[in-house]
């Protein structure tokens, strides 16, 4: 037990440094039964968000707890199409209910490890990306721009998610930064998911739930400048035309250096308006559509030395960007739209059909930091820039059907589901080489030059790669409710998918593969309750990663089948203090069971599923408000990542790259008065490899581990929220995103101060 704690004496200081600089929190969510602080008249009427009392949008009759009265149970039972408005009514820390129609019991009653962040917390720390949010989220890390990519790619308990971040449920694909201008929440479901989203989520997915239209009509404009420097506005708009008709805009624009780091741009614009039409009593039809343009300038941040990054071992300037002013860029352009249906289909069950066609157009110009001179064992003071431009344009269409109720079998309580995905996802990719005569361009590794001469550089197009494909799964699903105490859960998940995949190289020849994959997974949980909102819960549950997962191949893995993997978790959950604080912990287990490696026998094929792969562990969190006026949002994850099996006996044993042993997240804020809060932030990272050395003569590559702590303060004056956010305050140089290739330098200290009007 005591190697899996780590030395507190920085967080004491470092939080206590938080929380006398200043923090956050909006007013506290009335309690019942308590004189809550005043609600500002200018707060709008507005239903709740995901997972609050009142219905959300996916919130479903039979997720009364368990025990309900029989009478109670027989009235949640009617079905009423989710339609809310609250009126001052503050968001809070714990989500009880998930947004998926797919799930339809709540939370606590769930046997998977979910984290949920809220609105809230996102508004008080000013999380304006996905990544910035999931920073609140142990377990989770950011791998940097590989092979062109760049954007939004995590590893969920050391297996990577490419390809397992959704949007309102539906997979959501493309390269790109994704602003939070309009989430209501983050969902993370931790552990294979497969039997929910089809191929992938190994280490679990991420569901991003966002804002729709819906009863009431409110106006919120929001402010931002910063040090970076930064600037920022975020409206959003609801309007209510009738009991019927209801209409929603969200938009922002941002212009924003990056602290601590010379040319680096995040500048982006987005609009994302949606309707809610009411057809008829039992019949609803909802219609959003998301547009976001980026125009920045990619950071590849630093290469490593002699077993860390550069600014580490060679104490390089962490403002040192090794990138072309003026010439490196990135420009992507999102566009989705989704229509989604809701009906009653009587005696309880009802029907959600989700349509969304969808595109990303992507061109980036970036400078990776590669080959260091002079080698060893004399210090570099060269460092090549490999230069290239990639373009990938993601055309996508999915639809989803899901029918869930309610119904009993003599003594015995089921909440069934069953659904339908259907999808197509087609991608074209491009690349071209920007090279010398003499390979790639050089600069000062301690002093670059950011406008180099460029006349020498030749534009050298490489291979374009072209891939499609197509998916239709099924999945049933059941909760049996046994008495009081006692639910199982059993789920079942069938997909096809077919790919094709082509490559063109510069020279003209071409390379043409197909698969086809069927993929059967399944899910067996039991939940016991022992107290009223609590849970003690064991589940086993599988997934599958095939080789066309990413939608590539090759001649070493068409003919492979899928990876297959397995999780043991037993855990519990219990929501206190009339639901307003939510606690969890969980034990683990994830084994990949034959994962591809290289073949050792030169007469086979190059590839074959030899490797065993594990990751074990422990999670606890915590959200809500404890007493009266506090809040708190903390989560820490214990991994123990290893490879067991491999055909290079040298690399059994070590640890999986981007698996931090140990990590950390909290938020807490404190409202002093009822118009002033105080809070802060802490975040830990442990020591995390980024290689696995094939040999003896290779070595260990690992970013460093760190501490990071965040404070923020909010002041409300009758229709003005004015806040203060300051990041990283002690200035630490850390690396929150990484692969073998290059660290990417975090955000040094900086402050935001922000307004947030309400009409």
Known sequence: MRGTLWPWGPAAVGLASALAAGGAVAQETPVTGETSAPVQESRPAENAPVGQDAPSPERTPESAPTGAPEAQAGQDDAYVLPEVSVEGETEKYNVTEPSLARLPRPLVDTPQTITVVPERVMEEQQATTLRDALRNVSGITVTAGEGGRQGDSFSLRGFSAQTDTLRDGVRDLGWFTRDTFNLEGVEVYFGPSSVLFGRGSTGGAINLVTKKARKGSFTD?????????????????????????????????????????????????????????????????????????????????????????????????????????????????????????????????????????????????????????????????????????????NIYFADQLDVRGVFNTGFLKHTANFGLDISREQREQGRANLTTATGNLPADLFDPDNSPDLSGVTRVPAATNYSRQWNLGAYASDQIQIGKYVEVLGTLRLDNLHSDYETIAANGTVAAFEQENSLFNWRLGLVLHPAENTSVYGMY??????????????????????????????????????????????????????????????????????????????????????????????NYTFLDASIREHSNEFLVGQRLVNTPKRSFSLWTTYAILDNLSVGGGATYQDVAPVNNPANATVLLTKVPNFWRFDAFA?????????QLNVYNLTDKLYYDSYYGGQAVPADGVSALLSAHVRF
Not at 318 to 341: C, M, P, Q, W
Not at 594 to 606: C, I, M, Q, Y
Not at 627 to 634: E, G, H, L, Q
Not at 714 to 722: A, M
């Open 221 to 393: 404009l929001r402010l931002s400048g910063g040090t970076a420097p930064t600037g920022r506005i975020e409206a959003d708009v609801n309007q209510e035309l009738s009991d019927s008709v209801q209409f929603r805009v969200s938009a922002v624009g941002q212009l924003a250096g990056v602290a601590g780091r010379d040319i680096v741009k995040e500048n982006r614009a987005g609009i994302a308006p949606s309707a809610r039409f009411q057809l008829a009593d039992k019949l609803a039809l909802e219609v959003d559509y998301f547009y976001q343009h980026e125009n920045s300038v990619p950071d590849y941040g630093q290469p490593y030395f002699n077993g860390y990054p550069v600014g580490v071992t060679l104490d390089v300037p962490r403002e040192n960007f090794y990138g072309v002013k003026d010439s490196d860029t990135e420009i992507v352009n999102v566009h989705i739209g989704s229509a989604r249906l809701l009906a009653d289909l009587g005696d309880t069950f009802r029907l959600t059909n989700t349509l969304r066609y969808g595109g990303v157009n992507r061109f980036a110009r970036p400078t990776a930091p590669r080959g260091l001179t002079p080698a060893l064992p004399a210090n570099p003071t060269t460092i090549g820039r490999q230069r290239f431009e990639t373009t990938a344009d």
């Open 541 to 634: 549950g599988t997934s599958q990663n095939p080789s066309a997962e990413l939608a590539t191949l090759s001649n070493d893995t068409v003919t492979l089948d899928p990876e297959k993997n397995e999780t043991f978790e037993i855990g519990a959950k219990s929501d206190l203090i009339k639901e307003r604080l939510s606690v969890n912990a969980a034990l683990f287990r994830t084994n990949k069971l034959n994962a591809r490696v290289p073949n050792s026998d030169p007469d086979g094929p190059p590839t074959v599923l030899e490797g065993k792969q594990r990751v074990q562990g422990y999670a606890l969190g915590v959200a809500g408000s404890p007493v009266r006026r506090w809040n708190v949002f903390a």
């Open 714 to 722: 909010s002041y409300s004056i009758k229709k003005v929220d004015l």
